[in-house]
């Protein structure tokens, strides 16, 4: 029997992921997706920026739901390229996850486990939620330019976290420890950022700490920036830290694993659909744990707009 594409699973798989787990684990994932008689196709990916490209181009192709095999920033290339190509409304469009990276944030959210029975029963019976996606229009060399996530953003502290994180990655230091290592290491050169910030009535400006953007809750392997999170309510919860001393990073670390942050004295939090960020330095922003450009920040809310498979 010929199984069309729009039936089949198409699998994307960063062999890098968890310390070089996606090549390493996919023999296995194969052998049981054959076992169960899932249909499916695949692509491993081979340079930054690929698996955009290849849900690009397997859209095109006919498929319509696709697996991550990876971690979260796979999943945040995967993200994009559903939202970025305008052939297919993302609503007709399915997204799932086999756990391999070191964060494995966005799937904590949903309290999945990183079990492979527990996947191939997920994909036999294909239970399905409808999320909301966050989206960044910022300034590039090239101008402006848009990128989504589909767990949380940030930037200042925040931001510096995740690019020195992402060194330490390139260089081969894979834990699941990176981004709390990280976050030490950066207080050590990190001077606060000066921003205007444009948040529903409000006008904040002046030094910032840090921000953090949730449309999920969790962030750097388990920490908890915006407790408030939900992340099908069409809304974006953003955890302030405007004009705080650094120190209260380290006295505070307990807070940002027990969702208590927004109590400490200078954190603010918001609700909100959308707001603007503008900045007289180059700056620069993440999503998903990836690195993008400059300000200014137009951050908002795409309600209800991927189906995933949780």
């Known amino acids: 029997m010929e199984f069309k594409t729009e039936t089949k699973y198409f699998f994307i798989i960063n062999p890098n992921a968890g310390n070089e787990g996606g090549s390493r684990e996919w023999p296995k994932?194969?052998?049981?997706?054959?076992?169960?008689?899932?249909?499916?196709?695949?692509?491993?990916?081979?340079r930054v920026g690929h698996a955009e490209f290849l849900v690009h181009q397997k859209i095109e192709s006919g498929y319509r739901k696709f697996i991550v095999v990876?971690?979260?920033?796979?999943?945040?290339?995967?993200?994009?390229?559903?939202?970025?190509?305008?052939?297919?409304?993302?609503?007709?469009?399915?997204?799932?996850?086999?756990?391999?990276?070191t964060g494995n944030d966005w799937a904590r959210y949903y309290n999945m486990k990183p079990d492979y029975a527990e996947e191939m029963e997920r994909l036999k019976t294909f239970p399905t939620r409808v999320q909301d996606v966050g989206k960044i229009v910022f300034m590039s060399d090239n101008g402006e330019k848009a990128s989504y996530?589909?767990?949380i953003a940030g930037l200042c502290f925040d931001s510096t976290v995740v690019k020195t994180t992402n060194e330490m990655k390139e260089r081969g230091r894979r834990t699941k420890f990176a981004y709390?290592?990280?976050?030490?290491?950066?207080?050590i050169n990190y001077k606060p950022w000066k921003l205007k910030v444009y948040i529903n009535d409000k006008i904040l400006e002046g030094k910032f700490l840090s921000i953090s953007i949730g449309n999920g809750k969790f962030s750097g392997g388990g920490?908890?920036?915006?407790?408030?999170?939900?992340?099908?309510?069409g809304f974006l919860h953003v955890t302030i830290y405007q004009d705080m001393p650094k120190y209260k990073i380290v006295t505070n670390v307990n807070k940002l694993y027990n969702s208590k942050i927004t109590t400490v004295k200078g954190v603010r939090s918001f609700k909100t659909k959308s707001f603007r960020i503008e900045s007289q330095e180059i700056i620069f922003a993440e999503t998903d744990g990836e690195i993008i450009g400059s300000a200014p920040y137009e951050i908002s809310i795409v309600p209800k707009s991927l189906n995933v498979i949780v």
């Open 180 to 187: 709390l290592i990280s976050l030490l290491k950066s207080l």
């Open 149 to 151: 996530f589909i767990n």
């Open 29 to 46: 994932i194969v052998k049981m997706l054959e076992d169960n008689e899932i249909k499916y196709d695949f692509a491993f990916t081979e």
């Open 223 to 233: 920490m908890i920036q915006t407790p408030d999170a939900v992340i099908d309510d």
């Open 70 to 101: 990876g971690g979260d920033g796979t999943l945040n290339e995967v993200t994009n390229g559903i939202f970025k190509q305008k052939s297919v409304d993302t609503n007709q469009i399915y997204l799932g996850l086999i756990q391999m990276g």
